[in-house]
């Protein structure tokens, strides 16, 4: 599905230059759920740019569904951490779902259907008119959720998206994104700083160095399919995986990086 090949990322500008991403090589395949931690400013929102096309990668490659992505590509859906900034506030809860289903070419009776099936599916169809200055925050996560499912994407790029709730909307946000993942058999990338989300949701938790970034550890989450916010948190193997990742994101912040080379210039 994705393959992201030796991509390095240098942001030039007058007053230097910042070598964000190092060289990053890993693959994720359809339907997989790959989460990814790191410590603050290791360079995760310029992946997420890179992959999504916004942004060119100084060297390597992107390539998904065999094709090399150099701008937006059409399977693709992102979800920022801004819903505030992403949704509309002239269009109403359901224009704004409908919006990208038009750019698609999707006639009126399809996006009729699709908007109101998203809508539903994150529990929001009975505020379809509404604005989404009227809504929650959480709410308006839901809208942004909502208008990526309808997209009807086949990987979804999510940014810290519950970075801004409160903690109980946060647990019914992560369980709406497992539960829309293994009705759309879609793939996942998802940025965190939590590591406990990380675990909770990710099939796979990509751990990534300080920059310029790294992967440090591609590291496996062996728990059930099935999974809710009790029982997977009091899994044993969730308590091993969360201080091992810990672990990992500590030493990371403090500089330590797989290979020699890059250890010296870190220094
Ligand atoms: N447009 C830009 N121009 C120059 N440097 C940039 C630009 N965008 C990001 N950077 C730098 O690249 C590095 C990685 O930034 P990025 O936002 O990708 O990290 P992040 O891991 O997503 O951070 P956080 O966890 O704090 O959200 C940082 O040092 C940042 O200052």
Sequence with gaps: MLEVRGLQKVYRSASGDTEAIRDLTFDATAGEIVCIVGPSGA????????????????????????????????????????YARSLFPWLTVAQNVELPLKEKGLKKSDRARLVQDSLEAVGLGDVTDSYPWQLSGGMQQRVAIARAAAYEPHILLMDEPFAAVDAQTRADLEDLVRDLWQRLGITLLFVTHDIDESIYLGQRVLVLSARPTVILEDVAVDLPDERDQLTTRNDPEFGRLRTHIYDLVQRAKQGYRPDEEA???AV
């Excluded at 999504?52 to 100084?58: D, F, I, K, M």
């Excluded at 060297?59 to 979800?79: C, F, I, K, N």
């Design 263 to 265: 250890a010296e210039s």
């Design 43 to 82: 360079g995760k929102t310029t992946l997420l740019r890179c992959i999504s096309g916004l942004l060119a990668p100084t060297s390597g490659t992107v390539t998904l569904e065999g094709h090399d992505v150099s701008g937006p590509p059409r399977g693709m859906a992102v979800v920022f951490q801004e």
